[in-house]
């Protein structure tokens, strides 16, 4: 089995803001395919190595961001104006590496998912085949109406005003383990600002409303007891996007984090093997 190998780096984006990327490769260093992994909201790409580490043991090279105001990249933490910051984001980080269409998979969790598809809707041509894990297409977490109303407020005169994410850790995933990790973890974010989360939805708007410049061959993977997207909006986005090389994989009573529960290293061998054949 092939062993890996780790470098970490920082890449300054065109606004001067500086992103912390991680590269996991096989250490024999001949890996002709890569993946870009995008992570969700609040956390960061470390959390991901276990699911990089498993790529290159089959001989895939992966790249790993820290998005902007996440985990040790810089930024004013979980705070954007605009969604197409992240997107720019991706795009500088897919040119640094010169990363080619032909080779090179776009694969994204959740809020990552939705930067993903935000991406794929604006360069079309850029990835050949995208990887899209609960994707945030709809939203399960209850927001109140005076909340939502007083965010939208504050969003218009100071957006950088925070409010607690309403995100329960333990409705993540069901491996006590990770739970832990996740607790225990300096670099997680635990709130967001109001400017942040009209952005966010903002995006999912466009993403409905752009559906039809969505045509990159996809695979989707969502768990049907996820109770922070919205399982339904995720198999009805699928169904309607123009594309004819896509696969839908619902795993039964599986949470949000599908790369953290118990049986992980199944989902991740099922996503490997789709890559392996297209």
């Not at 909201?41 to 820290?66: C, K, L, M, S």
């Not at 708007?205 to 990159?216: L, P, S, V």
């Amino acid at each position: 089995m092939l062993t890996m190998s780790e470098q970490s780096m920082t890449i300054e984006m065109s606004d001067g803001i500086r992103l912390v990327i991680r590269q996991y490769e096989p250490e024999t260093g001949c890996a002709s395919r890569s993946i870009l992994l995008v992570h969700g909201a609040t956390e960061h790409g470390q959390r991901y190595r276990h699911v990089a580490d498993y790529f290159a043991t089959r001989n895939w090279n992966v790249i790993v961001p820290d998005l902007r105001g996440h985990g040790e990249s810089e930024g004013r933490d979980t705070h954007i104006r605009h969604f197409r910051e992240y997107v720019d984001d991706l795009n500088r980080i897919r040119s640094h590496f010169a990363l080619s269409p032909k080779s090179t998979v776009l694969m994204g969790h959740s809020m990552g998912a939705l930067v993903s598809i935000r991406y794929l809707q604006t360069f079309i041509k850029h990835f050949d085949h995208a990887v899209l894990m609960s994707p945030l297409l709809g939203v399960r977490v209850h927001v109140p109406i005076w909340t939502e109303a007083l965010g939208r407020l504050v969003s218009l005169i100071a957006p950088q005003t925070r409010f607690r994410s309403r995100v329960d850790s333990r409705e993540t995933c069901r491996d006590p383990e990770k739970l832990r990790l996740r607790s225990a973890d300096a670099l997680m974010r635990h709130s967001v600002t109001a400017g942040w989360y009209f952005a966010v939805k903002a995006a999912i708007h466009t993403a409905w409303e752009n559906i039809d410049r969505f045509q990159t061959p996809v695979l989707m993977l969502q768990g049907s007891g996820d109770r922070i997207v919205d399982p339904e909006k995720t198999r009805e986005w699928f169904n309607t996007i123009p594309v004819i090389d896509k696969t839908l994989e619902i795993f039964e009573n599986h949470l949000h984090e599908l790369h953290n529960e118990t049986d992980w290293e199944t989902t991740i061998g099922l996503v490997g093997d789709w890559l392996e054949c297209v």
